[in-house]
Structures are given as C-alpha cells and as structure tokens.
C-alpha cells in the first residue's frame, strides 16, 4: 500500500531513502534544512571500500558494507538512468600498503579472512606492485590489493540522486531551518519547520547525519552521535592516470579520479560542528602524500575542504525502527561509509516501513542499544 512518507535530511541517504520510496511507488516528502548534499555527503571521496575500511573481521557492519557494494552496479545504473546525469563509477581496485616486513603479517592476517568474499584479495610486492602502481613510492615494501573495491565522484552522485528524486516526483523543501520531529507515538508522523509550519505524513524517516544527537531528548533515547571532521584535499594531475588505483596507508588515502584530479584524505579531528579547513590538518596530509607518491612533494594541492562525518560511540550507524513507534524509522551515523552504505541503507529503511524483513541482519545497528546499555 503507498504510503505519504516524510523523510528527514537531503545528504545521501536521505535522497537514496527518497529515492527508492519513490521507485517502490510511495509519495514522498523530504526536508532539509540547508541544501541537499551540502554537508558530509557532498565532501565524501566517494570509495567504495568495505575491505579497506574494515581490517578487523567479518562482523555484521563488514557484511552490511559487502552487501551494499553488491548492490552498487545496479543502483548507480538506476540513479544514472532516472536522472539523465552521469557520474563517474570506476571500479579501480585498491592497494593497502606498508612500508616495513613487519607489517606483512598483519597484511596476511586480513588477506586470510577477507578471500572467502568475493575476488580474493592478494599480496603484491617488488615487481608485481611497481607493474600495478608504477608511480609508488620505492620505500612501499608490499600491498594488499583488492580487486573488488569501486569509487564514485561523490558531488556528482548526489546531484543524480536528487535529480532523480525530483523526477520521480519527490517534493524536496530546502532552507527549511531546523526540522524538528514531533514525538509520533501514534499512526501519524509530523515534524515542524524553523517556521513553525507542520508536515505529516504516514512515517518518517531519520537522516540527518552528523544532527542526530539532537534527538536524544525529543526522542527519549540515548544517541552518542558526534560530528568528527575530514579535512580532504585535491591535486590536478600533469598526467591522468599516473595514480591507477586507491591507495590507503595509515594514515590515509588517495583516490585517482577520471577528471584527472587526486583527491587525498582525509583527517580525523574532534571539532564540533566546524567545517573549516586547517593548515595543520592539511599539512599532515601532505607530509604524508608524499612518502606515498615522491612527484607530489612538487605539487600543491589545488582544492581543500572538510565535511562532518556522522560518528556514532561504537562505529555502527543506527538503522531501524525505534521501540514503541512503528512509523519512525532512524537512518543516521554512518561515520566513514555512508555512500558506500547508501542503497543497503534506502532498501533497508523502506523494507522497514514496508513491514518487509531486510535482507541484511539489522539487529547490531538498532537505534536503542545505548539506551539498553544506560539501564543495566
Ligand atoms: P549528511 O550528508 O551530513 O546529510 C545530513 C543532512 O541532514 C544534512 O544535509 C543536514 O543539513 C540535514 N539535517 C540535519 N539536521 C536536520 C534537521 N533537524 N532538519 C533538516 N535537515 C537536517 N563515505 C564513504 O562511503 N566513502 C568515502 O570515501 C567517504 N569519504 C569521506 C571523506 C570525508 C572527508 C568525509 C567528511 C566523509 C566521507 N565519507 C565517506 C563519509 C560520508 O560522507 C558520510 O558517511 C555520509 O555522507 C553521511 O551521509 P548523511 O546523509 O547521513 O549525512
Ligand atoms: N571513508 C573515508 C573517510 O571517511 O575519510
């Protein structure tokens, strides 16, 4: 049965939320306060990385990631096709590199338990790697390489996504000031603009990133979501292609992009809501671009900015419906992974508000587990 379903926040999940409700034929409101792709989402590199981003194990968010990858050469065709705009999707493969012998068994260690998923990883050094990556630092002793792993030019994929929403008839209201959610305890769902002008609908849904603890109150619920900054910066390469693959180290990442560009990244920093872009921030990165790729220490980056990843306590992003409200479905923290997690995430949510069971387990990522953990 369609359904007038409110969605709140125009990041990336937000829009592919938007964006599948409609496709499934569902009548759709979504309300932002600033601009869609204004925040975390249109900063993003854009990779689509659930091996590099999780070293440690198969756990439930590494399965959330691997599915949502999955679901990318579908998804983008979908947005791309519903749109009429283009983005990039390059299905490069990564390299995770280190610099001395003894990090090769820690290198082992993830290639061990990451090859029963998909193309099996590999361990490259001397020759092989300089074939891959010629362009790498000679004081890179070996790498991880990753066959499997995708990017997207992330500004460009939001702007599809809100293209397509609108297409598809989503009513998108920006400059809304701070939506506020009522506290729908019964059938219906409504919020309030910074206006006071109310909007209802049959559910709602929560996406409003990096702001979800601001709900711990309306809501009634413990939500440690906090704002952590990526200062991110980017090179215009003499020769595209000199950079073939995304390269993740220690401390950070680069990312070859088909417009010729290198976007480097990115910083971690506890900085509140503050998206401005430091010298020592970015300066670090570039000590360290360099140790990775020598000809950057001749090059300056010619574009840097920050955006607010949505952290949660644990890592995990809160994905579900809250306890006692069966129409108000919370899809928020997504930290580092958010455009990767984005179509698991909107098929996901709109399951939910379906009353369909996801295809991927949800019960790690419930939205109530630090409330349950603050009454033991
Ligand atoms: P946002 O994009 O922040 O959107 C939330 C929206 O909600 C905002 O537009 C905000 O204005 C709106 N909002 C908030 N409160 C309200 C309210 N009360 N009323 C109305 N609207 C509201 N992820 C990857 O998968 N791959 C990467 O390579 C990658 N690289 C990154 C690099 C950097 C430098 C950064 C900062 C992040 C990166 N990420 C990456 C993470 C990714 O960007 C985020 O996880 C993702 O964008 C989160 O999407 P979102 O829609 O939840 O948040
Ligand atoms: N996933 C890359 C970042 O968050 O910087």
Same mark, same amino acid.
């Given at each position: ?192 603009? @910074?206006? &006071?002008?109310?909007?209802? %609908?049959?559910? =709602? ?6 702001? !979800?603890?601001? #709900?711990? /109150? ?112 919370? @899809?928020? &923290?997504?930290?580092?992974? %958010?455009?990767? =997690? ?6 996901? !949510?709109?399951? #939910?508000? /379906? ?22």
């Amino acid at each position: 049965m369609s359904k007038h379903i409110l969605v709140v926040g125009g990041g990336v999940i937000g829009l592919s939320t938007a964006f599948e409700a409609a496709r499934r034929g569902h009548r759709v409101t979504l309300l932002e306060q600033g601009r869609c792709g204004g925040q975390a989402s249109g900063a993003a590199a854009g990779m689509l990385a659930p091996f590099s981003e999780n070293g440690e194990g198969p756990d439930d968010f590494f399965l959330l990631c691997l599915a949502s990858l999955r679901l990318y050469p579908d998804w983008q065709q979908a947005v791309k096709d519903a749109s009429g705009l283009t983005f990039e999707y390059s299905n490069s493969g990564s390299l995770n590199v280190v610099y001395h012998d003894s990090d090769l068994l820690a290198l082992a260690g993830r290639a061990a338990w990451q090859q029963r998923f998909g193309s099996p990883p590999e361990i490259v050094q001397g020759a092989a790697l300089r074939a891959l990556e010629p362009a790498l630092s000679t004081a890179v002793r070996a790498a991880l390489y990753h066959p499997d792993e995708s990017h997207i030019y992330a500004p460009d994929y939001v702007r599809a996504l809100e293209a397509a929403c609108r297409r598809g008839g989503v009513r998108i209201l920006e400059r809304l000031g701070e939506v506020r959610i009522g506290m729908p305890e019964d059938e219906r769902a409504y919020v309030t603009d @910074a206006q &006071g002008q109310i909007y209802e %609908g049959d559910c =709602l849904v929560i996406c409003n990133g990096a702001w !979800a603890g601001a #709900l711990q /109150e309306p809501l009634g619920l413990q939500l440690p979501v906090y704002p952590i900054r990526g200062q991110i910066c980017a090179y215009e390469l003499a020769e595209p292609g000199t950079v073939r693959h995304m390269v993740f180290g220690s401390q950070g990442y680069v990312v070859p992009k088909a417009n010729g560009t290198l976007v480097c990244g990115a910083s971690e920093d506890v900085a509140g809501f503050d998206t401005s872009v430091t010298e020592r921030g970015i300066g670090r990165l570039l000590n360290w671009n360099h140790r990775l790729y020598p000809f950057l220490e001749q090059l300056q980056p010619y574009h840097r900015w920050a955006g607010l990843r949505p952290a949660t306590q644990d890592g995990y992003p809160l994905l579900g419906k809250l306890p006692g409200r069966r129409q108000l479905v919370m @899809a928020a &923290g997504h930290y580092r992974n %958010g455009i990767l =997690l984005s179509p698991v995430t909107a098929q996901a !949510a709109i399951d #939910l508000i /379906e009353e369909r069971t996801p295809r991927v387990s949800l019960g790690r990522f419930a939205p109530e587990r630090f409330s349950r953990l603050a009454v033991r």
